[in-house]
């Protein structure tokens, strides 16, 4: 599993063959925008295709300011279907009103979600904002003493099952003409870093 905290191609270019292939990323910066600064890679593409990962997970917030994850980073971390995407939390940009679907979620979430991550506690409501909507919500990821990985919620489980059933356009699931895929161009000069 790789972790893709906030580094720029740069660094994640800088991995040799060995160390880059995982079975699961997290990915960079929430799925927003990396900092170039690569000598080859020039896209979120570059990236997702080096590491080849059969699941990606992003953490995001439902009601996130900065659009998380944005469309370029979403179809490159699909690699043509060939990726499976998992967001923490539902938002907007899948759903009219995440916020309705909050109950029915955190149901189904409990599975593997830790019941207080969305539960305000007594008396301090700012510290868990009655908001927050679980997609995925808390992925497990499990490696044995083989190697074999496990991913929780699994394939064919609740979430694909239950939890996307009810979303109006889960964006780990949309399809787009290829004509129509945003570019997938990591950063511009006018592109702010969000």
Known sequence: ???????????????DDQQRPADVIRTPHHGGALLPHGQDWRSFADLYDAVEADTAVTSVGTNNRHNHPVPAHLWAMRREGSCRVLCTQLTGRC???PVAMREDAVRRASGVEYPY???AEAGHP??????????AGTVVV????AGRVDVLPEVGGWHDREQLADVEAALCRVELPSAKRPSTTVVSSETPFN
Do not use: F, T
Not at 126 to 135: H, L
């Open 117 to 119: 991550r969305h539960r």
């Open 126 to 135: 700012e510290k868990r904002p009655a908001a927050e909507v679980p997609c």
């Open 142 to 145: 499990s490696i044995d003493s």
């Open 1 to 15: 599993m790789l972790i893709g905290g906030d580094a720029p191609l740069s660094s994640w270019e800088r991995l």
């Open 95 to 97: 759903d009219s009103e």
